[in-house]
């Protein structure tokens, strides 16, 4: 009896440690890996999300963020550092692979991790922010933007730039408070943000920027080994050396938001959206110009909605396209010209902030708006082609047919007009094999005259 019970111990410690949700052993955690490649947006913005809580959940030892970025939205990269700073476990960024760069919002996103890297070859810095608002550049456009650009205020500072103050003393906050709790170089980090300033890795490991320099990642993992990081107020010692490294892929819905999110494509989306509902209303039945535009439609404001977006831009794109579809059904020109520079302007205002990756293009704006523009005037030629020709139905519809002599008696007879048998008459002589054509119709009755008098007439 008493081995039965010994043995039924032992069988439900066997279990338990079978299906214990804790490791083992220390030598069963792993690294997990993932690339932010690109400009950094929503997507990058749920990719790292998504990973922060697969790393949490799998209690893995460390997760490599490998950055190789030219920056992008304010809005998405103060996302991703508050997730990093929250994140339970450790993260090591690694701007790599060689000739990689963590730029702009890459740079910040860096002096965030907790252990900070670089492979030989790559750089980083250049963190000035961006101009907000305002047009796109043309072509050519940069080298001189007017007078104003030389105008000075009682500071030396260009005139008119205190939004742009604003701006850039709250980048240089955020990069010198990241720079105190990480314990790296704060003033190089002012530099990058006022004077773009740029480093290469061996420069960034002189200037404190930099923890270390890793050719490749397990490489990054021993000298990561030992570190000890601040995570979430906890001081952690990492052991990482010898880590199996996992790499994670972004899953089909952060590429698919990788792709609409671009406002480029946002707009072209946007635009199918639009004229696939109207050609649905103009031609009822069709079904799929309206199932395909209200899906683009859907997509194009869902990607908008994760965009830092100027609603003004917004408003007067809408209103553009509304002036040239009401163009298209009653042309007046006016409306089809304040239809395309309501649409320029507005996609050209679109975006709040032009982050790298971000900026609204005019090969994407002229090309639209002529498109635009072309469809509203293709639209509008056939509307008034038909207002000079309006539809005949009922007798007006029988008028000129051309009809064949079946038989015929003095001034009446039967004609074969549209595949069918009429009975019809004449104020002329007409004989059968005459050709002729219906002038009206009464009481079922048709009225014909010969189509050829000089031909019928030589017959006779």
């Known amino acids: 009896m008493s081995f039965a019970r010994v043995a039924l111990l032992a069988v439900t410690l066997v279990v338990a440690a079978v299906v214990s949700p804790f490791p083992s052993a220390e030598g069963e955690r792993l690294a997990l890996s993932v690339a932010i490649d690109g400009a950094i947006?929503?997507?990058?913005?749920?990719?790292?999300?998504?990973?922060?809580?697969?790393?949490?959940?799998r209690d893995a030892a460390v997760l490599i963020l490998k950055l190789d970025t030219p920056g992008g939205l304010v809005t998405s990269m103060r996302e991703m550092i508050a997730d990093i700073l929250a994140s339970p476990v450790p993260v090591i960024g690694y701007v790599a692979p060689a000739g990689g760069h963590a730029a702009s919002a890459g740079t910040y996103i860096l002096y965030a991790t907790h252990v900070a890297a670089m492979a030989p070859g790559t750089n980083?810095?250049?963190?000035?922010?961006?101009?907000?608002?305002?047009?796109?550049?043309?072509?050519?456009?940069?080298?001189?933007?007017?007078?104003?650009?030389d105008q000075k205020d009682a500071n030396g500072r260009p005139a008119g730039d205190a939004m742009m103050a604003k701006v850039t003393n709250d980048a240089v906050a955020l990069i010198r408070s990241l720079a105190e709790l990480r314990g790296r170089n704060g003033d190089w980090g002012e530099k990058a943000v006022r004077e773009a300033a740029s480093l290469s890795a061996n420069a960034a490991l002189k200037e404190h920027v930099i923890d270390f320099v890793a050719r490749d990642t397990t490489e990054l993992l021993q000298q990561a080994d030992g570190r000890t990081v601040d995570v979430a107020g906890k001081k952690v010692v990492l052991a990482t050396k010898g880590l199996p490294v996992e790499t994670l892929e972004p899953g089909w819905f952060i590429r698919l938001l990788a792709v609409i999110t671009d406002p480029n494509t946002a707009i072209i989306l946007m635009l199918v959206g639009v004229y696939g509902i109207v050609f649905e209303f103009t031609s009822p039945g069709a079904v799929a110009p309206g199932v395909v535009g209200t899906i683009c439609l859907v997509l194009g404001l869902y990607a908008l909605d994760l965009l830092p977006i100027n609603y003004t831009g917004l408003a007067l794109m809408l209103l553009g396209i509304t002036f040239l579809v009401i163009e298209a059904f009653n042309p007046t020109v006016v409306l089809g010209l304040s239809g395309v520079a309501a649409f320029v302007f507005g996609a050209a205002m679109l975006m709040r902030v032009e982050g790298p990756g971000f900026a609204m293009s005019w090969a994407v704006i002229g090309p639209a708006a002529a498109l635009t523009l072309g469809l509203a005037l293709l639209t509008g030629t056939y509307v008034w082609a038909v207002r000079r020709n309006p539809p005949r139905d009922g007798g007006e519809a029988m008028r000129g047919v051309p009809a064949e002599i079946l038989d015929w008696q003095g001034g009446e007879g039967h004609v074969l007009a549209l595949g069918e048998r009429w009975r019809a008459k004449a104020d002329e002589p007409i004989?059968?094999?005459?050709s002729v054509e219906v002038t009206d119709i009464s009481d079922l009755v048709l009225t014909v005259r010969r189509r050829d008098a000089g031909q019928n007439g030589a017959r006779q």
């Not at 000035?128 to 305002?134: A, D, I, L, T």
Request: charged share 25%.
């Open 41 to 57: 947006g929503p997507a990058s913005t749920r990719q790292l999300e998504e990973v922060l809580d697969v790393a949490a959940r």
């Open 124 to 149: 980083l810095g250049a963190a000035s922010p961006v101009e907000m608002g305002g047009l796109p550049s043309l072509p050519g456009g940069e080298k001189d933007n007017g007078p104003a650009k």
């Open 431 to 434: 004989e059968a094999g005459d």
